[in-house]
């Protein structure tokens, strides 16, 4: 018989090997060089997608805030949604863009009037703005009338604003109720305003007063207009 002596941990018919990728060297250098796995990502940012649905909607101001925070957490987390945040961010600049262009046209289509008051050169006035001895065009029957052209009233218009007053009450009153408020005041200014035209049966009276949405948003005011349903006039009713 033949004995043999082993070391600890050595067994007959086993060879013993190095680490993967290692010959000779450190085995934590193997561990070194392996790839380090992406980051995952934590889904789509929740801020970024009230940016986008703001841009679009026309909410420029939470579209902005919302895209801003978006792309700052989206950087720090690592989430998506960059690409939605920026979509927000442009559509909210071409809504701010579109609103710019037609304030513009706004102010450059509006009437111009003289240190008086008096209009002298054409344009569209706000019903809101409208005074008396105004000469306009466009008067037609509606529900809602938001603005009026107006001219001088040398040149050729439909009606001549001859004044203008306000209704009170806590609560709208109804559409009935008001159009009489609104006609008995009327009838009462035009003979001050021009006593022949009160005797003038070619006129007719037409008047703006507020709606029941209007009266919510502070509105009061009755413009009273003399209106000539035959065709233009030239030259005011005072004349």
Known sequence: MTSQSEQPGQYPGTVQTQPAGVHGGDPAA??????AAPPVKQGTNGFAIASLIFGIIGGILFSVIFG???LTQIKRRGQGGRGLAVTGLVFSGLWAAGIAVL????????ATRND???ITEGGSVSSFDLATGDCLNGLKESASITSLPAVPCSQPHEGEVFGTFTVTGDSF??????SSQAEEGC????????PAAADDDSLELFFLHPTSESWAQGDREVVCIANDPSGQRTGSLKD
Do not use: C, K, S
């Open 68 to 70: 801003i925070i978006a």
């Open 30 to 35: 193997a561990w070194q060089q392996q790839p």
């Open 116 to 118: 008086a008051g008096e």
């Open 187 to 194: 009838t009462d200014r035009l003979a001050q305003y021009a």
């Open 103 to 110: 304030i513009v046209v706004a102010l450059a289509d509006g």
């Open 173 to 178: 009153p109804g559409n009935t109720a008001i």
